[in-house]
């Protein structure tokens, strides 16, 4: 059975590739997240999680297959990531307050030979959110190290009036497409464990 690594710090992504009974090992390999000069969001976060597969394939024994992902938020065409401080969270759950925003996220697979990728765009609709909300929100640390300044999948979920494409892509992995691109590789999900169902 190939090897699979997951190039993340993100616990979030760790939780989403459990939940589809994909074994892996966690490598770590920080890149820099710097857009370039006029880069379009799909091709940023598809850039970076490239980026991000290639730099953990250097931690492997240059066996196995190395997945990383890229999660940012899009309005009116700006990247919104991870807000650096009270107030940029502020601002950005200001901007996001009664809006549509969209949600990419990019997954890509090396195997050192051969890569994939794919970008998911989900489209996230907020409540108004006023500025004793944002405050609270802010206080509950739960904004710090998400992009856009909130998690669908913890407190900010009360913000949410509307999604329409993938939960798992907002949260930090498409999971549907992920499994896709793991085939690519013949890596299946559900590897059930043996005790699991008594066997
Ligand atoms: C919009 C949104 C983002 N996020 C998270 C997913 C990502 O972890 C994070 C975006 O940052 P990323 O740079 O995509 O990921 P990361 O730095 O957390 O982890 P790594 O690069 O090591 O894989 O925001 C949520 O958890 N919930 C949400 O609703």
Redesign the pocket.
Known sequence: MTQLY????????RELLTQIGVPFTVV?A??D?TPLPGEAPAAY?ER?AQA?AVAGFAHTDGRGVVL??????VLDGQIL??PENREQALAMLGDLSKREHQ?L?AVALTDGRRSVSCCVSTR?RFRTISFEQALRYWDSGEPV????G?????L?AVFVSAIEGSYSA???LPLSETAELLEQFAIPCWQLQEDAHGA
Not at 6 to 13: C, E, H, N, Q, V
């Open positions: 997951l190039a993340s710090g993100s616990p979030r992504r770590s920080p890149i997240e976060v970076l991000k990383g992902a890229d999660t940012t938020v990531g991870k949600v996220t996230v190290d998400k992009a856009g909130y998690a669908i999948q913890g900010g907002v949260v930090g």
